[in-house]
């Protein structure tokens, strides 16, 4: 069964960094796709990045384009660094997998992911 398990959430004054961890168990063959999400206070939940494995393909949201890198790292590890953060980034951000790499071809498309990590939350005030 593949686990999805975010880490490095928490409190920053605006104009700051974070960086977001996820952190992939089990059996995901070698191709598939993962995405951040996220979801503020009273709004629709939102994809903000995806990176195609083993490509390294990456697309954003215009809302984080320029501010936020999605990368892969060792060992099925995949991050989100996070800068010059707003009030508006404030919500919960999610990891989450699709065993189907060509998720990650259609930006419009939100369906498909099958695990989700339980999430982290971002808050961004001074």
């Known amino acids: 069964q593949v686990q999805v398990a975010e880490s490095g959430g928490g409190s920053v004054q605006p104009g700051g960094s974070l960086r977001l961890s996820c952190a992939v168990s089990g059996a995901t063959g070698r191709r598939y796709c993962m995405a951040w999400f996220r979801q503020g206070p009273g709004k629709e939940r939102e994809k903000i990045a995806s990176?195609?494995?083993?490509?390294?393909?990456t697309r954003y949201s215009d809302s984080v384009k320029d501010r936020f890198t999605i990368s892969r790292g060792d060992a099925k590890t995949v991050y989100l660094q996070m800068s010059n953060l707003q009030p508006d980034d404030t919500a919960m951000y999610s990891c989450?997998?699709?065993?189907?790499?060509?998720?990650?071809?259609?930006?419009?498309?939100?369906?498909?992911?099958?695990?989700w990590g339980p999430g982290n939350q971002v808050t961004v005030s001074s």
């Open positions: 989450t997998l699709a065993r189907q790499s060509s998720v990650c071809q259609d930006w419009a498309r939100d369906s498909g992911y099958e695990f």
């Open positions: 990176v195609r494995i083993p490509e390294g393909t």
